[in-house]
């Protein structure tokens, strides 16, 4: 019991240092740093170019799947190098889950694929629309 209490208290020694380590750079960047605000460095800077514009504009949604999906793949390619790195000592069975692992990441590939969040460009359905009937015409 005493064994598990001190390592509960190790965690939250390190907790608690890594919280006043950080509030303490705060604080001293806060201290030491140059505070003479004037209108030019408070204005809106973007890439070296004046701003044009709303900086309240819409985003393309795809741009953020496309960075999601690629997380999402980047990191479960992450996880076969430990098992590359023990294979031989693993045998047919670590092979056998490594395929097993490789066509889930597979079938999510092309379930991203055939739903079209890879596409960069959708074309716009032409969706035909009704023509117009005047009703003055009707009256004659």
Request: net charge negative; proline share 6%; hydrophobic share 55%.
């Given at each position: 019991?005493d064994q598990t209490?001190s390592?509960f208290g190790?965690?939250?020694?390190?907790?608690?240092?890594g919280?006043?380590f950080?509030?303490?750079g705060?604080l001293?960047?806060?201290l030491l740093?140059?505070?003479?605000p004037n209108?030019?460095?408070?204005?809106?800077?973007?890439?070296g170019?004046e701003?044009v514009g709303?900086a309240?504009i819409?985003?393309?949604i795809?741009?953020?799947v496309?960075?999601?999906?690629?997380?999402i793949?980047?990191?479960e390619v992450?996880?076969?190098f430990?098992?590359?790195?023990?294979?031989?000592?693993?045998?047919?069975?670590?092979?056998i889950?490594?395929l097993?692992?490789?066509?889930?990441?597979?079938?999510?590939l092309?379930?991203?694929?055939?739903?079209?969040?890879?596409?960069?460009?959708?074309?716009t359905?032409?969706?035909?629309?009704?023509?117009?009937?005047?009703?003055?015409?009707?009256?004659?």
């Amino acid at each position: 019991m005493d064994q598990t209490l001190s390592d509960f208290g190790t965690v939250f020694v390190f907790l608690l240092l890594g919280i006043i380590f950080v509030i303490g750079g705060y604080l001293t960047a806060r201290l030491l740093r140059p505070s003479r605000p004037n209108p030019e460095k408070l204005a809106i800077y973007e890439c070296g170019e004046e701003a044009v514009g709303s900086a309240w504009i819409k985003f393309n949604i795809r741009f953020y799947v496309v960075a999601l999906i690629f997380i999402i793949f980047d990191v479960e390619v992450v996880f076969l190098f430990p098992w590359a790195t023990v294979f031989k000592q693993l045998g047919g069975f670590a092979l056998i889950e490594a395929l097993v692992f490789a066509g889930i990441l597979i079938i999510g590939l092309v379930y991203a694929w055939v739903k079209g969040d890879l596409d960069w460009v959708r074309p716009t359905p032409n969706v035909p629309t009704m023509p117009v009937i005047d009703e003055n015409e009707n009256d004659r």
